[in-house]
Each structure stands twice: as structure tokens, then as C-alpha cells.
């Protein structure tokens, strides 16, 4: 099994800065894809920054120039960094993990979600 755990949400104001961490622990194969998911009210979740098990990066349009993803592999971790934030950000923001195995294929884990509001 595999636990993600989040951190860093909170209350900011509209160009204001935030910066999320993920850390990913237990039966973590090193074939994965580790990134963020937001979901806004009444909205579906979407991508928002991504490595993948190549290590390339994936950001949406969205939020291309004002977050910034980075990953530390030898602690299991990922953090977004959220710069200019507007309005338009607040949502519930997930980590994710997708790990491959020869048993399994892939498989995905969820954190738990940290709010990020963004208000004046």
C-alpha cells in the first residue's frame, strides 16, 4: 500500500503564494508518475502539474509561468509551487501517485486534498 500525505493549503490572497508538499510513503515501485490534481466546486478534478515516469513534466495551460512542480526522488516527495494566484485556483488540491508493477500494472493512490482558497 502506498499513503500520501499533503500539506501547505490555506487562505492567500489574489497574487499571493503558496506552496504545496506530497509525501509519498510505503510499497512505492520505481517505475511511477507523481503530480497534482485540483478540484474546484462543482467542477471535475483536473491535471494541473505532472512528472511522469520518464520524468518529464506535464503543467496545464492554466497555470503555465505561475506554478511550478519539482520532485525529490530519494525522499518520495513533490511540492507545487503556487505563485500569482488568482480566484480561479481555489479548490482542493490532491496528490497523486501512479506506480507500475509486473503484478499489478499501474496502479493509483490519492492523498487526502488540502484547500487552497483564494480570496481578498
Known amino acids: 500500500q502506498v499513503q500520501l500525505v499533503e500539506s501547505g493549503g490555506g487562505l492567500v490572497q489574489p497574487g499571493g503564494s503558496l506552496r504545496l508538499s506530497c509525501a509519498a510513503s510505503g510499497s512505492i515501485f520505481s517505475i511511477n508518475a507523481m503530480g497534482w490534481y485540483r478540484q474546484a466546486p462543482g467542477k471535475q478534478r483536473e491535471l494541473v502539474a505532472y512528472f511522469t515516469s520518464g520524468g518529464k513534466t506535464n503543467t496545464a495551460d492554466s497555470v503555465k509561468g505561475r506554478f511550478t512542480i519539482s520532485r525529490d526522488y530519494a525522499k518520495n516527495m513533490v511540492y507545487l509551487q503556487m505563485n500569482s494566484l488568482k480566484l480561479e485556483d481555489t479548490a482542493v488540491y490532491y496528490c497523486?501517485?501512479?506506480?507500475?508493477?509486473?503484478?499489478?500494472?499501474?496502479?493509483?493512490?490519492w492523498g487526502q486534498g488540502t484547500q487552497v482558497t483564494v480570496s481578498s
Open positions: 497523486n501517485l501512479r506506480s507500475y508493477s509486473a503484478a499489478s500494472g499501474w496502479t493509483d493512490y
